[in-house]
Structures are given as C-alpha cells and as structure tokens.
C-alpha cells in the first residue's frame, strides 16, 4: 500500500503542475485581417455573384505585450 502511494506521488505533482502552468500562460487573441485581392495589373477584382471586391483573410494571433523595465544603453 505504502509503494502504491509512493508511485502516485509523481503522477500527482506532474498534473498539478500543468494545470498552474497553463494558469499562467497568456492567450492569444485571434483576429481576422482581409485584403483586397488585386490581380496582376494591380486592379482590385470584382465578385461576379457579389458585384463587391474579393477578398483575401487570415486569422492572426494578436499577444498582448507585457510591461518591463527599459533597457539602459551602452556608453
């Protein structure tokens, strides 16, 4: 019994520490940025169904930036 709960031991900590580490890790946003699509001579294209301009999207991950202390410069 003794050597069962020595063995859980490990098991324990480890989990405990990924729950507090995923704790205090930051989530990133997630943003959606469109661009208009151009086509070779530079033209924006037009969306037959749509009569609007075709776009291009990605989601990008915005970080939110932490405050520290600046950086003293070299003499």
């Not at 520490?17 to 208009?36: M, R, Y």
Request: hydrophobic share 35%; proline share 5%; aromatic share 2%.
């Amino acid at each position: 019994m003794k050597n069962r709960l020595y063995s859980l031991i490990p098991i324990a900590l480890g989990i405990g520490l990924l729950f507090l580490a995923n704790l205090v890790h930051a989530e990133a946003q997630i943003k959606e940025v469109c661009k208009d699509r151009k086509d070779k001579a530079g033209k924006v294209v037009v969306d037959k169904k749509t009569n609007k301009p075709a776009q291009d999207c990605k989601k990008i991950k915005i970080h939110k930036k932490l405050e520290g202390t600046p950086v003293p410069e070299k003499k």
